[in-house]
Each structure stands twice: as C-alpha cells, then as structure tokens.
C-alpha cells in the first residue's frame, strides 16, 4: 500500500543499478541544459533562413527560458505525485518531438512555438532527473558524489553549447542545433523506460490546482518581464508590468498555499535552514555566474575575433574546470564541510571574475580568457555540488520532487536575472560606442559587478548555511 509520508516504488521489478538511474538522470539534464545555449551561435542562420525579425530572433531564447522557469515548481511536484520515472519519459518525449518540430520548422512561429514546448518538456523533464539521483543513492558520501556528476553533466552541458553549436552550423546547418535531440532523446528514453523503476510519493494526495496555476503564472511573468529587460530597459512600462505582475502573482500564491491543507509547496519547506539557505546562496551565485558564458562568447567574437566555433573551443578548459570542481567537492566535503566547500567555490569564482575584469581590448588568450575561466569555472563546480546536496538533503521523501524543482527555479532564475542585470550594466558603460575597446569596457564592468555580488553571496553561504557536513558519511 502507498504511503504518502515515504518513499513508494513499485515492488515488482528488480531495482536497477544506481549508476543506471544516475547515467540516464544525467543524460536528461545534459540535453536540458543544453538546450539553454546551443541555439546561441545558430541564431543568425536562423534569421536568414526564416526571416525572423530581431525581437523574433530574441524569443527563440525567450520562449524556452520562460517556459522552462515557469513550469519547474509544477514539474517536480507532479514527479511526486504521479511518479518520477512517469514525468522523466514525459517530459523527455515532449522535448524530444518539440525538437524535431523546430528543426523542421518552416516559418518563424512554428520556431517560436516549437521552442516553448521545449521549454515545457523540460521543466516537466529536469526536476525528476534530480529527484532519480536522490532516490536511488542513500544519503550520504554516495550521494554527493552522484549529485556531483549530476551537476557536473549540468554545468558541463550549458559550456559545451557554443561548441555544439559552432560545430553543427558550420558542418551542417542550423536545424541540427533542434535535431540533434531527437536521436539521443529516442536513445535515453528506451533506455528509461527499461532501465528506471517507478517512485513517487504523496499517493491520494491531489494536484493543488490553483497553486500550480498561480505559481506557474507568477514564475512565468517574472521570467517574461526580466527578458523583457534586456531589450527595452529596466524602466520599460512593458517589463515594469511584467515584473510587477510576476511579483504579485507570486505573493498570492504565497497567500493561497498558507490556507490550503494539500499547497503545492508547503511553506514549512522555506522554514528548513538547508532548504532555504542552498536556494538562497544558488541564486546568488547563479546570478553572477551564469552571465561568464555570455559575455566571454561576446568578448572572444566581438573584440579577439574568433569566429564561433574557436570561440567555442577556447571555452572547452573552462568546461573542464567545472566538471573538476563538481567532481572534486565530495572528496573535500568530508573533511571541510558542504557549508566550507561552497564559499570556497564562491571565493575562487569571485578571484577569477576579479581577474576577468582586467580584460583588454588585445588580450592574449592565456591570461584573458584561459586561466580566468578555469578559475572562475572550477570555484562554480566547487560551490554547486555542495549547495545541490544541502537543499535536498533536508527534505521529505513526500516533497523530494518539489524540493528538486526548487532547485532548478532558483538556479535559472537567478541566471535569468542576473544576465539582464549584467547586460544593463555592461550597456551602460560601452553606450553607443562599438569599438572593441567600448565594449571591453562594458564586458569587464559586468564581470566586476559578478564579483562584488560572488563576495556578498560567499558572506551569506558563511553565515547562513548549515554546519551539517553533507556527504560525510557513507
């Protein structure tokens, strides 16, 4: 009989090997992450071939963030309720056809549709791909090292995407940035649907309907108003209303999940000291450093001239440094602590923003692109591993899926913001200037300002974490 306070699974078929569920958890992430990115360098080509105008171009990235952000909450919920193993082939089956969709779209709103059902597949996908890892490995040193590879394969997934990108458009075209999904998605899913047992927990509970319609809604219209920042300003009344009514939209659903006995998110969740302060210091810190990919893809192309395949592989070190870091945590978490792990991982990625900061307009690669990026990438591996292993260690079995989705949200809401933030500010140096030396100006401001923000995110993590040594024992 399900129990809606513990972990049921289905007692008919033989638990798979751990290192199954965490390589197919992993692989859904990868392709979701991705997909954040890979499009980037494809977006020219695909102007050209539909005839997308700019604000068009814009929301091939736009469709897919807001979608993503706005359905996450609901996403991993819906894993605890109807079952982890049921949303990851659902999900995975919604990215895998949009893709296809849009890498056989033949005008610009088949694109832009295509794009938001991506978007929706992988909110639906990506909370269930932590909630697998976490379900599968006992607490633990085991764990964090399963959630130091899921981080790792996330993190590794969102540096690679300027290389995959570069790499398809030049050999092949921009549709095999979309349809490159399709195989590896049809791969991983027979491979889940034979290799993954079902879980889930809260059996006889049901959806809180109006809390997911207005988390989903308030999640939704903050994403669009801070999207909307970055092509019309901060002081815009389109993304003013958006962000007001996102704002509000949320306080609601605040509001309405006090009074309901079954929320959608227990509030007593915020009140668990590692939930709420990993989420917390994640979207600091993701706000800071998400904004790195960006703005280093911009400086290499738009000042050193690199077209956008060597731009990709300049980057290639700095994707190494992540996967370092993340892998690296659990040996020091033992020893340092989770809390320790990541404000050093904070402090080394605020030394290599503080070291990008000093970029010139006729930077050698070395020392303006290579080893800042290593520094700055190893510290984000650092921090991730240790901040994804707090905030889901202090949760239910019951909320195990909401708590990943929590994750999820914080991490790409603060890059979202953050990103905005970064491109105002870095506008707001180089003006109307298009010089290489402008637009340095404008790229080593924003990496100053990630640095200040990694340094107050390092205080916070140092005050506010817990002492609990996630990962110290087996």
């Known amino acids: 009989m399900l129990r809606a306070a513990s972990e049921t699974r289905a007692p008919s078929t033989t638990a798979p090997p751990a290192w199954v569920v965490v390589a197919l958890a992993c692989a859904g992430q990868f392709l979701v992450v991705l997909d954040v990115s890979v499009v980037n360098v494809a977006l020219p080509s695909m102007r050209a071939d539909l005839g997308l105008s700019a604000p068009g171009l814009q929301w091939v990235v736009n469709a897919y963030a807001i979608a993503f952000a706005g359905f996450m909450l609901l996403g991993g919920r819906a894993g605890d309720l109807y079952g982890r193993k049921r949303m990851f082939v659902l999900g995975l089956g919604l990215f895998t056809l949009a893709s296809l969709a849009g890498g056989l779209a033949q005008e610009g709103w088949q694109l832009l ?28 040193a085991a764990r964090a090292r399963a959630i130091a590879t899921w981080s790792a394969v996330g993190a590794g997934g969102g540096a690679a995407g300027g290389l995959v990108g570069g790499v398809l458009v030049d050999l092949l075209s921009w549709r095999w940035v979309l349809l490159i999904n399709v195989p590896v998605g049809a791969v991983v899913l027979a491979c889940a649907a034979r290799g993954l047992r079902e879980s889930r927990a809260g059996a006889g509970r049901r959806l809180d309907v109006a809390g997911a319609l207005l988390a989903t809604a308030g999640l939704a219209t903050l994403a669009y108003g801070i999207v909307r920042t970055e092509a019309d300003g901060w002081t815009a009344p389109g993304a003013l209303t958006a962000l007001g009514a996102g704002l509000a939209l949320l306080a609601l659903f605040v509001a309405v999940e006090a009074r309901t006995t079954a929320p959608l998110m227990p509030l007593t969740l915020l009140r668990v000291r590692s939930v709420a302060s990993a989420n917390a210091a994640m979207f600091v810190c993701g706000s800071a450093m998400f904004c790195m990919w960006f703005f280093m893809t911009l ?18 070190p700095s994707s190494l440094a992540v996967l370092l870091g993340s892998k690296g945590a659990p040996w020091l978490m033992p020893s340092l602590g989770a809390r320790n792990v990541a404000v050093l991982g904070a402090l080394l990625a605020a030394a290599g923003f503080g070291w990008q900061s000093t970029m010139t307009a006729d930077g050698g690669y070395v020392t303006a692109i290579l080893l800042p990026g290593i520094l700055m990438m190893l510290g984000a591996g650092l921090a991730a591993t240790p901040l994804a292993s707090l905030a889901t260690s202090g949760a239910a079995p019951q909320d195990a899926g909401l708590v990943s989705g929590l994750v999820n949200t914080s991490r790409t809401m603060g890059g979202s913001l953050g990103l905005a933030v970064m491109s105002t500010i870095a506008a707001s140096r180089t003006g109307d200037r298009t010089t290489g030396a402008a637009l340095t100006e404008g790229y080593a401001l924003s990496f100053r300002v990630s640095a200040a923000v990694l340094l107050v995110g390092a205080a916070v993590m140092a005050v506010w974490l817990p002492r609990k040594r996630a990962g110290a024992s087996a």
């Open 299 to 316: 400086y290499a192309q738009n000042v050193l001239g690199y077209t956008p395949l060597e731009a990709g592989a300049a980057l290639i």
């Open 113 to 140: 549709l295509a794009r938001a059902v991506q978007g929706l597949g992988a909110a639906v996908l990506a909370p269930s791909t932590l909630t697998l890892v976490t379900s599968a490995v006992p607490e633990g």
